[in-house]
């Protein structure tokens, strides 16, 4: 311990240790939309629970914002291409990430989810880059869902080509529904009762019957929600916020699920 003197103020000086490699906490990163009212909370209620896992200081979470236009179209969504770049510069110099996600589901599939990781990874050393879209296929895949409902706000165009993306690996779309609302700050204020009685509608719509349902957009206010939804319906639900925190806490080794920490959460965090 030194001690310097100013004026007549004494200041001391402590030693310090740094949190040791194997005490640390995963280090996350999260790209989200500049409109995005939702997926911050979200999180925070998917990751909730007592650390486990390889990773004894549990989770942190880091945010960077990336410009986007109100609008949702698929224009629009290509053009956040072009923000990647200045967008993880934000990030803290030479962090060392475990995983990066994109919060942006329609825009993961204009872009492209490998496009994605590739932009990640050309800027920052990281081993893992997941995508609401890339999350909820392998959500989906785990639960067992072969035939799943689909329910997104976006307009129908955005819709059919995710309907489409989805089938071409594997999953077959038995109904498909919309809010029809093309304005991210308005979906971001759908109420989750409306999302509730949407799910309702959609599973009793299903003729041929479905294994799953799977809520597309980081917008949409869903965690308060799928636990109730799934024990009226009997199937899993999972969102795009609950599939990409879900894969996020998967690909760094820190359970958010099971017994301890998954309650409330949904089948997916069971």
Known sequence: MDEVKTND???QHYDFEVIADDRRAAQLGLVTLETDLTIE??????FAGPPTGVHAGGLSLLHSRIPCDDRVTAENLQQMEGHFAASLALFPTGHAFDVIGYGCTSASLVIGADRVAALVTKQIDVPHVTTPITAAKRALEKLGAGCIGYLA????????????????DGFAVGLAATFG????????????????TALGTLAKSAA?????????????KCASIIAAAEAELGIPVISSNSALAWDMARLANVPVGGPVNG???GMLFA
């Open 181 to 196: 609302e093309g304005q991210d700050s308005v979906v971001g204020r759908i109420s989750p009762s409306s999302i509730k």
């Open 41 to 46: 909370d979200e999180f925070r209620f998917f």
């Open 153 to 168: 706000p976006y307009i129908s165009e955005i819709s059919a080509q995710m309907c489409a993306d989805f089938e071409a």
């Open 9 to 11: 103020v004494s200041i």
């Open 208 to 220: 041929g019957g479905i294994d799953a349902i799977f809520v597309s957009c980081t917008s949409l």
């Open 263 to 265: 309650t409330g959460k």
